[in-house]
């Protein structure tokens, strides 16, 4: 998980399409990584980007509707956009065609928790992770499970699942940006310190107001608001002007 091996997944994607603009996997992929591109800090979520993720998200639907993994990939984009809607009607397209498919069951507990439903994330997470126990995006299940457990107020259980997701993928910011929120709101400020210095490591240009305002687009407010009030208690930098003057301190 790095910005230089997503702009070379792109890269690939985009000369699959050359070849065949109807790939529909190809462009799934796309709108796919521009989602988790965001989501590490490493594109601005602007309205151009956002109607990139968008397009491509659209064109896996409109050419693989009967194509399992291009329509959980392009849930991931659409839903990111902001029409959770659609992503879960295209989550539940996947389930009717492929029942036993631990991606959409995933996305199901994906599009769950942004809309502060952590009783059935946690039952459609924990399915998935029953049907694919090794599965390389152990470290997304492990995530959403805690955005859940934090949605319930159980922060302990949060942080836990914060933690797993990050033995599997370190570089994960959303895990992370979990972590420091649970911590702070538990009233642990070393924990939430430490994970706070690796988020802005990681990404020194993360604040809490550009998380806020690219959440806000997917997630319930009350999520949100719950989330940034615990990165500002850890010490988050509050927006781009906090987070210069943070980084030249450390300079």
């Not at 409109?62 to 809607?85: E, F, N, T």
């Not at 939430?192 to 690219?214: F, I, K, Q, S, V």
Request: glycine fraction near 6%; charge should be neutral.
């Amino acid at each position: 998980m790095t910005d230089q091996s997503y702009s070379e997944a792109i890269r690939f994607a985009r000369q699959a399409l050359d070849i065949d603009a109807s790939y529909a996997q190809a462009a799934a992929l796309i709108a796919f990584i521009r989602a988790m591109e965001v989501t590490q800090g490493w594109t601005r979520p602007d309205e151009t980007g956002i109607a990139e993720m968008t397009d491509f998200a659209r064109r896996a639907i409109q050419y693989g509707k009967d194509d399992p993994d291009a329509l959980w990939m392009a849930s991931l984009g659409i839903g990111r956009s902001g029409d959770m809607k659609t992503a879960a009607s295209v989550v539940a397209r996947v389930l009717w065609l492929n029942s036993n498919s631990a991606h959409a069951w995933m996305m199901k507990g994906f599009i769950h928790a942004c809309q502060n439903q952590p009783k059935p994330a946690f039952d459609a997470l924990e399915r998935a992770m029953r049907l694919s126990p090794l599965d390389p995006l152990d470290y997304f299940f492990a995530w959403c499970l805690g955005l859940a457990a934090f949605e319930e107020g159980q922060y302990e259980r949060a942080i836990e699942w914060a933690d797993r997701s990050l033995r599997d993928e370190p570089f994960y910011l959303a895990a992370l940006r979990i972590k420091v929120a649970a911590c702070s709101l538990l009233g642990r400020p070393t924990e939430a310190h430490l994970a706070l210095t690796r988020m802005l490591e990681l990404n020194p240009g993360l604040t809490t107001a550009n998380y806020t305002a690219y959440a806000l687009r997917f997630n319930a407010p009350e999520v949100v608001m719950a989330v940034a009030e615990g990165l500002r208690k850890g010490g988050s930098p509050k927006n781009d002007r906090d987070s210069s003057s943070r980084c030249d301190t450390r300079r």
